[in-house]
């Protein structure tokens, strides 16, 4: 039994919690709940709160270290641990697991609005351990042995603004590539997720080519509408959902019209893969082949 009210939003992930202020110091047995939720849901959603930057980064930091600064995203100035997500910057409409393409990727993150355009600008995420559990066992037999090189220089879509360019070229300035299972373990519940997104560029040991169409057919399963579910944004939600088990994707269809969400993340873990191999990084990244 938990000390407030929970009510899933969506059949294979998502709850959103009430009767919890995030702005008060929670206490143990109350985070430890929230912790639970977490792990159970995978994505947890908190409506009418009123945060302030030092208090998501108080909540986020409960979950673990935070990440302490983006490597290249624009950080808050006064808080380099908090990256504005800005749609005049960017606009992840693209399945994706966060920074996947560093050896750690981010436990979580949590995201809070702060501008939100008059109509759109969803947020979408997709269970990765039910995309796995859908896989046929023919296809799960070879998941389960491929490993994906990600890269934060995998196609990404461009706004083709000034602005957007220039926040392009300073993601891409410094080229990361790391090998991850393609079925990780989750390291807290044990269950085989599919670990792919928009930075998995390439299965190992196979070209582009090769690899493009078994990414795809792997990435449908996890996208699945029923594997999804989708929050519309208000004035003072806030949400933090497990990257290690989950994608995202943020809806493009707001238009020219301002939104920015706050985002804190927290430090994550080197995958492991079924056999217990870690995740590696790439020493020599090949350069973009078409
Ligand atoms: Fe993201």
């Known amino acids: 039994m938990y000390n407030f009210d929970i009510r899933r939003i969506g059949g294979r992930l998502g709850a959103e919690i009430t009767g919890v202020d995030l702005s008060t110091e929670l206490s143990d047995s109350v985070f430890c709940q929230i912790e639970e939720a977490f792990l159970a849901h995978k994505v947890l959603v908190f409506r009418d709160q009123q945060l302030s930057d030092a208090a ?40 994706h697991t966060d920074i996947s393409f560093s050896v750690t990727p981010s436990l979580g993150t949590s995201l809070r609005s702060i501008v939100l355009p008059p109509y759109g ?26 490993w994906a ?26 080229r990361y590539e790391t090998a991850h299972p393609v079925v990780r373990v989750h390291p807290e519940s044990g269950e085989p997720v599919l670990f792919l997104g928009g930075f998995a560029q390439r299965l190992v040991g196979m070209t582009l080519r090769e690899s493009r169409p078994i990414l795809d057919v792997l990435q449908s399963y996890v996208r699945r509408p029923e594997n999804q579910v989708r929050w519309s944004w208000r004035p003072g939600d806030v949400m933090i959902f497990d990257n290690r088990s989950t994608q995202h994707y943020a809806v493009n269809d707001y238009d020219s019209h301002k939104r920015v969400l706050h985002r804190v993340s927290i430090t994550g873990d080197l995958p492991r893969s079924l056999d217990g191999r870690t995740s590696y990084p790439i020493e020599n990244p090949q350069e973009d082949t078409p």
């Open 56 to 95: 998501q980064l108080a909540f986020a930091g409960r979950f673990g270290p935070l990440t302490q600064k983006h490597p290249m995203m624009r950080t808050a100035d006064e808080n380099p641990q908090v990256i504005p997500v800005d749609g005049e910057d960017q606009r992840a409409d693209h399945w």
């Open 121 to 146: 600008g969803d947020t979408l995420v997709a269970n990765a351990a039910a995309g796995y559990q859908d896989l046929p066992r023919e296809l799960r037999e070879v998941a389960d042995r491929l």
């Open 149 to 174: 090189v990600h890269t934060n220089h995998a196609e990404q879509p461009r706004l083709g603004t000034e602005r957007g360019e220039a926040v392009r070229r300073a993601f891409l300035a410094k």
